[in-house]
């Protein structure tokens, strides 16, 4: 099995930064594309982030030139630097991986980590 662990969030004020991170440990043969994602309250989960395995990073419109996705292969990890935060990047943040454990990939969520934005 795989488990996904984030840290990192908290409460910050309008302009301010945080990084969350998401460690993945367990039966793991590599890692395909990881992600973050969120939700707020009533609203649909929504992707935030993502990096593929080559590298390739992908962001919604909303945190273009204000967030940043990163991974380290070695330590099977997956960090995003959040500068400039605004009230509406409050939300429950989630990281996803695309693992494969054997010969299939299969996605692991984390157990979601609050972030808080507001003065």
């Known amino acids: 099995q795989v488990q996904l662990v984030e840290s990192g969030g908290g409460l910050v004020q309008p302009g301010g930064s945080l990084r969350l991170s998401c460690a993945a440990s367990?039966?793991?043969?590599?890692?395909?594309?990881m992600g973050w994602y969120r939700q707020a309250p009533g609203k649909e989960r929504e992707l935030v982030a993502a990096i593929t395995g080559g590298g390739t990073t992908n962001y919604a419109d909303s945190v273009k030139g204000r967030f940043a996705i990163s991974r380290d292969n070695f330590k099977n990890m997956v960090n995003l630097q959040m500068n400039n935060l605004k009230p509406e990047d409050t939300a429950v943040y989630y990281c996803?991986?695309?693992?494969?454990?054997?010969?299939?990939?299969?996605?692991?969520w984390g157990q979601g980590t609050q972030v808080t934005v507001s003065s």
């Open positions: 367990g039966s793991i043969r590599s890692i395909n594309s």
């Open positions: 996803k991986m695309e693992v494969y454990s054997g010969l299939f990939k299969s996605p692991f």
